[in-house]
């Protein structure tokens, strides 16, 4: 007989139990489609092209992963066949001897019942032998040979767990990130319905002639720190943590965009704000995504989690350190782009006119930012995933949270970047 519930195969199964699972499985599937599929059909009824096409790399995303799902639950038993020396296998622990010890300890009752349920239980019934594995492979082939498995099947479960429970986190984050963006952008709208007022038009006459200085966007980035290459980056690093975006920068960046792409009495028809959100929603579709780069950082990432290199003290704070770099570039391209108004001429007629250039960014690629955004994104999720799955899989005094800052730096660092 059967060991216990949890061991029972399917031929000990009762059918309704197999086809109550089944069931359950495949309704979750079908209402999960359905509503990916209902927010699709919304998404082209409002013209969102751009979340549309960042709902099917969703899509894409989580066909992936069901792939690798697939790929580990079959390749769990092939994985865990390959054998290792105890000494190579010692080596490169996310926990130290001593902890282990104390683990083993604490579970040699629950390693008992582990392998009683592995046990192979012969049953003869009219002579006819019927061997039953209750759990895992019906032969140890690597502590035969006085080895152990590359990874145990335990452990494939539980990166199984992580993988998933890291691609949620990531859509999360990025759903979440455009949720933000949206809602801080809802303040230029009345901005931009200032743009077609009376006051406005006098306050901006095309005809009036004034020192690039004296302008509301001169008297805010052209001052005597900005003639020192090193004290500007200083200012333009605390800028982006008050009011990053100004009114006097928007209207200033609205302004350079009408001169340079539409009619020139364009100034009052053009919705910026407008422009600017469905830039947001395209930049969206790159963000979501997970490319190969991304995937190798991960795997790079479970490397560094070993003892002795206190990756919980450096680890979280790289994507801190790059979300900084960016804000403390935009605020620069944006100064640069002031100092290039005055090196034209001292005075301007109407409105400064800024013109941005791909010579402004880090390698003049501009899109460069963007991937350090979806890195700093899939990071975070990174390091929110990690905690929760330790968390779940071995509670709370695991060697994971062993020290107290470690659990507040990932958590921290994960909701201050958002």
């Excluded at 359905?34 to 699709?40: A, K, R, V």
Aim: charged share 20%; glycine share 6%; aromatic share 12%.
């Amino acid at each position: 007989m059967a060991g216990g519930s949890g061991g029972r195969t399917l031929e000990e199964t009762p059918t309704w139990a197999v086809a109550v699972v089944c069931f359950a499985l495949v309704l979750i599937s079908i209402i999960i489609e359905h509503i990916l599929h209902m927010i699709g059909k919304w998404l082209k009824n409002k013209h969102k092209r751009a979340l549309y096409e960042a709902l099917e790399k969703i899509k894409s995303e989580l066909m992936l992963l069901g792939f690798i799902s697939l790929l580990l639950t079959v390749g769990q038993g092939l994985i865990s066949d390959i054998c290792i020396s105890k000494e190579i296998a010692a080596t490169w622990h996310p926990c130290n001897k001593k902890q282990e010890e104390k683990l083993n300890e604490s579970d040699d009752q629950d390693k008992t019942d582990t392998e009683h349920r592995r046990r192979l239980l012969t049953v003869s019934n009219s002579g006819v032998v019927i061997r039953r594995s209750l759990a895992g492979p019906s032969v140890d082939k690597c502590a035969a040979q006085g080895k152990v498995p590359f990874v145990s099947s335990e452990g494939i479960h539980q990166l199984h767990l992580f993988i998933f429970v890291l691609a949620l986190f990531h859509v999360l984050y990025c759903v979440l990130t455009l949720a933000l963006g949206t809602a801080k952008m809802k303040r230029w709208k009345r901005w931009e319905k200032e743009t077609g007022t009376i006051e406005y038009q006098f306050s901006h006459d095309p005809e009036r002639f004034r020192f690039t200085r004296e302008t509301s966007f001169g008297r805010r980035h052209l001052s005597f720190w900005t003639q020192n290459p090193i004290l500007m980056r200083i200012v333009c690093f605390f800028r982006q943590f008050v009011r990053s975006v100004p009114k006097v920068d928007y209207l200033t960046l609205r302004h350079g965009f009408i001169m340079a792409h539409l009619a020139p009495h364009s100034e009052t028809k053009f919705d910026f704000q407008k422009y600017i959100n469905r830039s947001l929603e395209e930049d969206f579709n790159v963000v979501v995504g997970i490319s190969p780069p991304i995937w190798f950082f991960a795997v790079l990432f479970l490397l560094l989690n070993t003892h002795g290199w206190f990756s919980y003290l450096w680890l979280p704070f790289i994507p801190l350190i790059i979300i900084l770099l960016v804000g403390t570039k935009l605020q620069v391209i944006i100064t640069k782009m002031g100092l290039r108004i005055q090196e034209r001429g001292e005075v301007v007629k109407g409105v400064p006119v800024v013109e941005p250039g791909d010579d402004l960014f880090w390698f003049n690629r501009p899109r460069l930012i963007l991937y350090l955004i979806n890195f700093v994104l899939f990071q975070n999720a990174f390091q929110l995933a990690f905690f929760a799955c330790t968390w779940y899989e071995f509670g709370s005094k695991s060697c994971f949270h062993e020290h107290v800052e470690d659990v507040v730096i990932r958590i921290s660092m994960g909701w201050v970047q958002t």
